[in-house]
């Protein structure tokens, strides 16, 4: 009889492996901490993922260093990308994992 693939116990999707760490904030993919995803951000969506990490939305976070919205949106799903996360959600939690250096967020 054929084992069931695990899932993540948030979002149900199977799972190619053993891939998900649990943190404060849900489980995270163990992809997340790729060191050379971290190394991947410029010190731009460093700054974005620390204005995300206090709660900002999109358009506030625009407002606040000057760009579009859309700009940030791109950003976003760059460190997504570089971060191996699928949320904004896993991002956050990874801010303190990726902030080797101390991520610069504008006053």
């Not at 992809?31 to 939305?57: D, V, Y």
């Amino acid at each position: 009889m054929p084992t069931e693939a695990p899932r993540c116990p948030t979002c149900g999707q199977i799972l190619a492996h053993d891939t998900m760490l649990n943190t404060v904030l849900g489980p995270v993919p163990a992809s997340a901490l790729r060191p050379q995803g971290s190394r991947q951000l410029s010190p731009r969506q460093r700054q974005i993922l620390g204005l995300m990490t206090k709660g900002l939305r999109n358009k506030v976070i625009a407002d606040a260093m000057d760009i579009t919205e859309g700009t940030v949106k791109i950003q976003i799903t760059a460190i997504f990308k570089a971060l191996g996360v699928k949320n904004r959600t896993q991002a956050i939690a990874m801010a303190p994992t990726v902030a080797a250096t101390p991520i610069e967020v504008p006053e």
